[in-house]
């Protein structure tokens, strides 16, 4: 069966579970714990050279790292219902915003350049949390912009999920669970809450997860 290395809070994960349970597409989940930097093992980067979760594995192609690889993959593969639009609008706006989010936001509060940030630069959790929080708000703000111009409503472009839902729903559940603040943006906000309502959305979550670990109480 075809296997998804996943780890319950990563957003890039996240994306692709997503994409898949849209699909209805059967899978296994293979739980990398990168808190403890199962990411970095070598069977893992024999399946992604890059380190970094998640990847799809134990299909005909072998396997694929890059979230928005895998979607790509999975909506050639899989094509109904189509996450990156044919009409060449559509497909614009979709992937305008998906790359807005995977390649300018997410990046930059990615856990291994937190880890540096703490471990190497030694800067305190204060001044991490600060950095986090800009990032954040610097991002959602263009982010809201651009759903702006998309005329969002239920989901980022048009009446139905894309790649777009794919990746804004869970660098909003990130961004929540960092404590940001996230009301300057009430069309990201009606995107989200539509969406997360969805059963495809909320298998996806990472508290639905095999691997999900609860936080620690206090
Ligand atoms: N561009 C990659 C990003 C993947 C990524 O950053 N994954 C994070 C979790 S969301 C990760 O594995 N972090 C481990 C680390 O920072 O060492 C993708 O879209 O798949």
């Known amino acids: 069966m075809t296997k998804l290395y996943s780890f319950f809070n990563s957003s890039a994960s996240y994306r692709v579970r997503i994409a898949l349970a849209l699909k209805g597409v059967k899978y296994e989940t293979e739980g990398i714990n990168i808190r403890v930097g199962e990411q970095n093992e070598p069977s893992f980067r024999e399946l992604n050279p890059i380190a970094l ?4 594995s ?56 937190l880890k540096y940030l703490s471990k190497d630069l030694g800067v305190t959790d204060e001044q991490k ?22 005329g969002s409503g239920n989901f980022c472009v048009g009446d139905a999920p894309t790649l777009a839902d794919c990746c804004l729903i869970p660098q909003l559940a990130n961004a929540i669970r960092m404590n940001c603040d996230v009301s300057a943006y009430p069309r990201c906000m009606k ?4 969406c997360t309502a969805m059963p495809a959305f909320q298998a996806a979550a990472p508290e639905n997860q095999p691997d999900y670990i609860a936080p620690a109480v206090a």
């Open 191 to 194: 995107v989200y809450e539509h």
């Open 129 to 150: 949390q600060a950095w986090y929080a800009h990032w954040i708000d610097t991002g959602l703000q263009s982010i809201e912009e651009l759903l702006e111009k998309s």
């Open 53 to 56: 979760v998640p990847a799809l």
């Open 58 to 113: 134990n299909i005909p192609e072998g396997s694929i790292g890059q979230s928005l690889a895998i979607i790509d993959y999975l909506d050639q593969k899989y094509p109904e219902p189509r996450l990156v639009p044919g009409d060449t609008a559509q497909r614009a706006r979709v992937l305008e915003i998906a790359y807005g989010i995977a390649c300018d936001i997410h990046p930059v509060n990615n856990m291994r350049i």
